[in-house]
Nanobody
Framework: QVRLVESGGGLVQAGGSLRLSCTAS????????MGWFRKEREFVAAISQS????YYEDSVKGRFTISRNNAENTVILQMNSLRPEDTAVYYC??????????????????WGQGTQVTVSS
């Protein structure tokens, strides 16, 4: 069992930045591919088990960066140039053991409780 806890959400003006963090506990999160989703499980970004590969949803490419620190069992989503349409609850998720990296919501089995991001215009 893996427990995921997100932090770092908040209120920011358009053009600003926020840094979301997801910490895994219960077993080593470094063996699992990780992802960030928002709203009704809309894909945002994913990172492979090693951190060597990443995927992004088209609207966040060039603005968001996903990274991980396996020694600390954390995954980070750095969000820059935020827009009002980025407003959502953001969820951290961990995939099945045999998944290297994926953007498919059905391949994620562990979910955090979510953190609210609000971008004002």
């Amino acid at each position: 069992q893996v427990r995921l806890v997100e932090s770092g959400g908040g209120l920011v003006q358009a053009g600003g930045s926020l840094r979301l963090s997801c910490t895994a506990s219960g077993r080593s999160g470094s063996s699992l591919a990780m992802g960030w989703f928002r709203k009704e499980r809309e894909f945002v970004a994913a990172i492979s088990q090693s951190g060597g590969a990443t995927y992004y949803e088209d609207s966040v490419k060039g603005r968001f960066t996903i990274s991980r620190n396996n020694a600390e069992n954390t995954v980070i989503l750095q969000m820059n140039s935020l827009r009002p349409e980025d407003t959502a609850v953001y969820y951290c998720a961990a995939a099945h053991d045999n998944i290297v990296i994926t953007r498919l919501v059905d391949e994620y089995v562990y979910w955090g409780q979510g953190t609210q991001v609000t971008v004002s215009s």
